[in-house]
């Protein structure tokens, strides 16, 4: 694999603090996106108490090539105890917000929205001040299914338009790019109280330009809050990083961004989906729905 330039080095974490947080996930039989998808921030989000929870999985019906995650056809059924599960995890580690995201469920003929509607449920009985952020899979296309997530009343709502639409058949081939501009367009119509947030992972082929014409299509179907992050190659078997993108051009997106009206821009190298999450608090303060 390319050699990581130095802005991309990240400091060793606190392991006491860091141990406190996956004790609590192995005792509650949790999954995180942290550790599936081999985040580089996982450091510093567990040792600040963060995670962001990973329902449905660790299994993917999906194989998309950027991904870390395991593939399976053919995933285990919905486990009934697992929104409780969460909302304890939840209790235990006081969290002021939470963010909740899945694997693909395509087996499933609601995507496995009426899971994420049951562990929202979960958090809101035992922990009713928490904010709750869901990060979704494009439901294939199912709306209705979308509305039932929108129904439970999340604070954001956040589905990843990845990259740019001339890579979408090498890098999110199961994904379609109108339907996930289509995704939060219509999150926006059902529930205008509800933020919207996507992510873009940078470094795969995509040009300047690309990068600013997304932000802009973003800014039509009226996305709130914008993520980008540099791609990095989980394994061998994954997609090549084709460049790493300098900090001065995150800077860049960042100043685009704000001035083409986004809420809030996180672009560095290390930004993630749900990286620094808990800041959307301050957001809906600063411009309340």
Known sequence: MTVKPDWLRVKAPQWERVGNVKEILRDLALNTVCEEASCPNIGECFNAGTATFLIMGPACTRACPYCDIDFEKKPKPLDPTE???????VRRMKLNHVVITSVNR??????????????????????????????????CGNWEALELILQARPEVLNHN??????????????????????LLQRSRAYAPGVYTKSGIMVGLGETDEEIRQVMR???????????????????????????????????SWRTFG????????????????????????????????
Request: overall charge negative; some cysteine.
């Open 161 to 182: 338009t990845e990259t740019v639409p001339r890579l979408y058949r090498r890098v999110r081939p199961q994904g379609n790019y109108e339907r996930t501009m289509e």
């Open 83 to 89: 929104p409780n599960r969460l909302a304890e995890a």
């Open 258 to 289: 704000e001035e083409h009206g986004f809420l809030q821009v996180v672009s560095s190298p290390l930004t993630r989906s749900s990286y620094h999450a808990e800041q959307v608090r301050t957001l809906m303060e600063q411009y309340p729905r």
């Open 217 to 251: 299509d973003l800014r039509v179907v009226d996305c709130d809050i914008l993520t980008i992050g540099q791609y990095l190659q989980p394994t061998q078997k994954h997609l090549q990083v084709s460049q790493f993108i300098t900090p001065e051009q995150f800077d």
């Open 106 to 139: 395509d087996d499933l003929p609601d995507g496995g929205a009426s899971q994420f509607v049951r562990c929202i449920e979960a958090i809101r009985t035992v922990s009713p001040h928490t904010t709750i952020e869901v990060l979704i899979p494009d439901l």
